[in-house]
């Protein structure tokens, strides 16, 4: 039998939580609108209140967050075709006819169409598709999921029959856990490979659109040009910290009039110098251009596909608009005027062939030659700007998942949840752009190595996309295989012409990428490991209720806050701490910080308490359930919203005693249905062997909502002893808390191999001693912080 207390807790129940789960398309969530109008007209879109008008503005302003990287390419696809020269005018129209079919098959059909629709709530990037599969089947390196998570109204996913192909793919992906070890590289290849390119993106558009210099002042030479280049990149990474909130509302109209800028050159290119390069529209002249034969036309293929840079940005971007917006700003603007932008160009290169090296500012008229350049300039920073916002974003998407050290995460906006700042990623970015634009000196070897880190992450959407047309939009297997195969033609045939500029500048992003690979496969593998330590360690429960209330020792007033990474069960660390001291706090409360695999948790679903064994041992769990979006902001209370979450558990707990002989309650609130079910199912880790005696889990509300119950529930609470708790809960809080936390060191065998020694202990080592630590993360006050520390080897 279940009981129901139907909520006099807040009133009505709203239908808005089954709501918000199941929003995806038009309901998009604009995280990082750029000024109070954007703020206003993302609180209307998400009321509904929708109308062609809005959708025109939010798609205005898309074009300074999500285009800026495609849309300045312009500035040196010609060149990087051409390193050369060009040999034959009729390459041009080949070259032109294949950067036309490029835009439309991969930004606009791909991109655009198919993959922004394949977003978490509307976050992109290779961690969000991870995040969508992860929820599908159980394909997480780290089994910490339990089936309360499945109850948030963020937690979204698709059902589908037994015998299906879907469900049959899910059984082979959960089957092996080297499979899923295969899925996590896959998209940390992806992620290091689009931080490669927010290095490799401020380094070829600053050092392209400086390059205009030379153009007007033939007697500035390559050098200038480089520190000129120099300068902008140290002052855009300088001033990071500062965020976009400020000057982002500039951001739109500065790619705006570069679009209109370049779409007005190229008609007047294509009108004055030769308007037959319009038949480029035609297929055939590629057909033609490979026919010459040349091994030179296979390769220009690496600079052709310059052209679609920013497709990858483009996605990773998407959160802050819905996808209709970003659709009508590329169909409407960024397509026509880069078809224009291009035609125009070869159109200038058909009369003057020589003038390759620097084609977009030899092709502009003199009277507006000054203008544009800084426009250019202003939208090369603005390209390079969204990059490492966009690489920001991926970091703490990393982070959430396990899969990076911790690193300070700073909110540079009080009104804009999106826009953070993570200070050692930004000196790394800038090292190693400096780096890159001072080592090369020139567009053609940067864009050797952007045209590499761009194919490989296309690649693995790809893959990445296969998976999800199969588990989440459970499309036929003939679509996913038509889908797969067309994008795999196009992306391999790139593939294979950027190989051969590997030793000519492609290899620097696989150095790099390399790099970040080892740090975040490593780091994972540590936390991994360490994770299964705690699981196969944890202490037996019958051995903490062998030892009575006083659990064996003196307990002295005040709590005791022991951070865990187990969701259940009592931790090893606590068999360590009250093994080794006199004394233990008249309360316990085990605190697990765990990340889901979505974008966001609300607050009001923030925090699941629950108790363990009877009530006169004073032992609690509160689990902190965080998005990979979310973050530890400074002015959040951490202790204080932990305190008020256990308040309201015992509130309503004292309410249910005695109401029904069943384990399990629901609770509705009034956002959407909150659950207190009870542990005996043993679903996850044997969780009844461990958390027993009235053990009950529940959703807990937000502070307010604890306030505005608190009249309701209080007399009951008192009538069956849960205000005699509280009170005893108090005093101990009164009396002082203290944060434990466990310095687990993590140690290789003598008889494990060299590879795993070089990872474990000096490679993780190292990391875990320059990484933040937990403390830090979570405000902890160093006079309340009490380190346990235990080794373990494997």
């Given at each position: 039998m279940e009981a129901r207390v139907e909520a006099s807790i807040n009133g009505e129940i709203s239908e808005e939580g089954d709501e918000r789960g199941s929003m995806w398309d038009l309901d998009q969530k604009l995280d990082q609108p750029m000024d109070e109008e954007a703020g206003r007209l993302r609180n209307m879109y998400r009321e509904k209140k929708f109308s062609a008008f809005l959708l025109l503005q939010l798609s205005f302003q898309s074009l300074g967050i999500v285009y800026g990287d495609l849309g300045t390419s312009p500035l040196y696809v010609f060149y990087n075709t051409f390193p050369r020269g060009i040999k034959d005018p009729e390459d041009i129209i080949g070259a032109l006819s294949l950067i036309i079919y490029s835009l439309t098959l991969i930004p606009l059909l791909k991109y655009v169409f198919v993959v922004c629709k394949a977003n978490d709530n509307g976050q992109g990037g290779t961690f969000a598709l991870y995040s969508l599969l992860c929820r599908h089947a159980k394909v997480s390196t780290i089994p910490n999921q339990h089936r309360t998570d499945e109850e948030l109204t963020t937690y979204s996913r698709s059902t589908f029959h037994e015998h299906s192909f879907a469900a049959q793919t899910k059984r082979w992906l959960e089957k092996g856990t080297s499979r899923k070890n295969w899925l996590l590289v896959l998209v940390l290849v992806g992620t290091c490979m689009v931080i490669g390119d927010g290095i490799l993106t401020p380094a070829i558009s600053v050092l392209s659109a400086a390059g205009g210099l030379r153009v007007n002042l033939p007697q500035i030479n390559n050098g200038v040009v480089v520190v000129v280049a120099v300068v902008i990149l140290v002052s855009l990474f300088s001033v990071q910290h500062y965020g976009t909130d400020r000057v982002g509302w500039l951001f739109a109209p500065i790619v705006f009039l570069w679009f209109l800028f370049i779409a007005s050159i190229g008609m007047y290119n294509i009108w004055k110098h030769d308007p037959s390069v319009l038949k480029a529209f035609s297929p055939v002249y590629i057909f033609r251009y490979f026919k010459r034969g040349g091994q030179d036309r296979w390769t220009s293929l690496g600079g052709i596909m310059l052209s679609i840079t920013g497709i990858e940005a483009l996605f990773a971007d998407l959160s802050h608009f819905p996808v209709p917006a970003v659709q009508i700003a590329f169909t409407v603007i960024v397509f026509p005027c880069l078809l224009l932008a291009y035609s125009g160009q070869a159109a200038y290169l058909r009369k003057f062939p020589h003038h390759v090296e620097d084609a977009f500012y030899q092709s502009i008229p003199k009277r507006v030659y000054w203008p544009m350049f800084i426009i250019a300039t202003a939208a090369a920073i603005v390209a390079s700007q969204a990059t490492i916002s966009a690489n920001f974003s991926l970091i703490k998407q990393a982070l959430a998942h396990g899969c990076f050290p911790r690193v300070k995460v700073v909110h540079t906006s009080r009104k804009f949840l999106g826009q953070i700042y993570v200070p050692d990623i930004n000196w790394i970015l800038m090292i190693l752009c400096i780096a890159v634009t001072a080592g090369f000196k020139n567009q053609n070897q940067i864009g050797n190595a952007y045209g590499t880190a761009v194919v490989i992450v296309m690649l693995v959407t790809t893959l990445l996309m296969m998976l999800i047309m199969i588990l989440v939009w459970r499309c036929h297997w003939v679509l996913v295989l038509l889908f797969t195969v067309l994008s795999l033609v196009v992306e391999s045939t790139y593939f294979s012409a950027v190989l051969f500029k590997v030793n000519q500048g492609g290899w620097v992003p696989l150095v790099i990428a390399a790099a970040f690979l080892v740090i975040m496969y490593v780091w994972h593998y540590g936390t991994l490991k360490r994770y299964e330590f705690e699981m196969h360690s944890k202490v037996s429960m019958a051995w903490i209720l062998g030892l009575g209330p006083s659990l064996g020792l003196v307990r002295v007033p005040g709590i005791g806050l022991v951070y865990t990474e187990l969701a259940s069960g009592v931790p090893h660390i606590f068999s360590h701490f009250i093994t080794n001291l006199p004394a233990i706090h008249s309360v316990v409360i085990f605190v697990c910080v765990k990340n889901l695999p979505v974008y966001t948790v609300p607050q009001e679903e923030r925090f699941l308490v629950k108790r363990i064994g009877p009530k006169n041992f004073h032992m609690f769990r509160c689990v902190a359930r965080y998005g990979y979006r979310d973050l530890h902001k400074k002015d959040d209370d951490f202790e204080k919203r932990l305190f008020e979450s256990l308040f309201l558990f015992v509130r309503l707990e004292s309410m249910m005693e005695g109401c029904s002989d069943s384990d399990d309650y629901s609770v509705c609130g009034s956002?959407?249905?909150?659950?207190?079910?009870?542990?005996?199912?043993?679903?996850?880790?044997?969780?009844?062997?461990?958390?027993?005696?009235?053990?009950?889990?529940?959703?807990?509300?937000?502070?307010?909502?604890?306030?505005?119950?608190?009249?309701?529930?209080?007399?009951?609470?008192?009538?069956?002893?849960?205000?005699?708790?509280?009170?005893?809960?108090?005093?101990?809080?009164?009396?002082?808390?203290?944060?434990?936390?466990?310095?687990?060191?993590?140690?290789?065998?003598?008889?494990?191999?060299?590879?795993?020694?070089?990872?474990?202990?000096?490679?993780?080592?190292?990391?875990?001693?320059?990484?933040?630590?937990?403390?830090?993360?979570?405000?902890?006050?160093?006079?309340?912080?009490?380190?346990?520390?235990?080794?373990?080897?494997?």
């Open positions: 956002q959407q249905q909150q659950s207190i079910v009870g542990s005996g199912n043993g679903n996850e880790n044997n969780l009844s062997t461990f958390d027993t005696f009235n053990s009950i889990e529940s959703v807990i509300a937000p502070a307010s909502t604890a306030k505005r119950t608190s009249h309701t529930i209080t007399r009951s609470s008192q009538m069956s002893g849960g205000g005699d708790e509280m009170e005893f809960i108090n005093v101990s809080r009164e009396a002082g808390v203290v944060h434990i936390m466990g310095n687990t060191v993590v140690r290789a065998r003598r008889e494990a191999r060299f590879y795993k020694r070089i990872a474990i202990d000096y490679v993780y080592a190292f990391l875990r001693k320059i990484c933040r630590e937990n403390s830090a993360i979570f405000n902890v006050p160093q006079e309340s912080l009490l380190n346990v520390g235990q080794i373990f080897y494997v």
